[in-house]
């Protein structure tokens, strides 16, 4: 079967995202989603990171854990290196791009999103290629969110909003009317396609 990367990938950016339609919402989002520039850089901390996640799980999963008869271990073994690379070469990474907001590392290590996406590829019976394109797809949407918030988190920071809203409430509720956005956005398209 013949699959149509352009729509993977789109799948992942919209119709799918991560934060936006699954809900996957990672205490990194929040905390790193207060100034622009900030999110910009976790973006590609989180794109290199899902890649990586994602090729390494991919083939842990197809060529030892599939041919030992252990496929029940995936779970284990994407928390496995998920820690290892956060904490290895995630770490590198971070300094790189993070600078001094490197205290923000252990939140890598519990992202759900980082988590959810080998396990998504491996769920749709992704090849390796299919799998790789899925998941830029997911991390540019990852990537688009946050960017997204930062800026109108920056904006709602200078409009008058109630006492008991600001904060993490005004933000929480935004992206609950994104998420509306964002599924309104995916029905339409899933009509058209």
């Known amino acids: 079967m ?3 990367l352009f729509f993977i990938f ?6 799918n995202n991560i934060i936006l339609m ?3 919402l990672p205490t990194s989002f929040l905390g790193m989603s207060a100034k622009t520039k900030r999110a910009v850089n976790l973006g590609i901390v989180a794109i290199v990171l899902m890649l990586l996640v994602t090729i390494l799980t991919w083939l842990l999963y197809h060529f030892v854990l599939v041919s030992l008869h252990l496929e029940f ?3 284990i073994s994407s928390v496995i290196i998920i820690i290892l690379l956060t904490q290895f070469l995630g770490g590198e990474i971070i300094k790189q791009f993070l600078g001094k907001w490197r ?3 252990p939140l890598f290590t519990l992202n759900c999103a980082l988590l959810a996406v080998p396990l998504l590829n491996l769920q749709h019976q ?3 290629g299919e799998s790789i394109v899925h998941t830029l797809g997911i991390s540019f ?6 960017v997204l918030t930062a800026t109108l988190r920056q904006r709602l920071n200078l409009s008058p909003v109630a006492k008991m809203l600001q904060g993490y409430p005004i933000v929480l509720i935004t992206l609950g009317i994104l998420s509306l956005v964002f599924s309104s956005i995916a029905q339409m398209l899933k009509m058209v396609w």
């Open 141 to 146: 949407g990852y990537w688009g969110a946050l």
């Open 2 to 4: 013949k699959t149509n």
């Open 73 to 75: 271990l995936v779970l």
């Open 10 to 15: 789109f799948s992942g950016l919209v119709l």
């Open 126 to 128: 992704y090849n390796l």
């Open 103 to 105: 205290s923000e590392l």
């Open 22 to 24: 699954q809900g996957l």
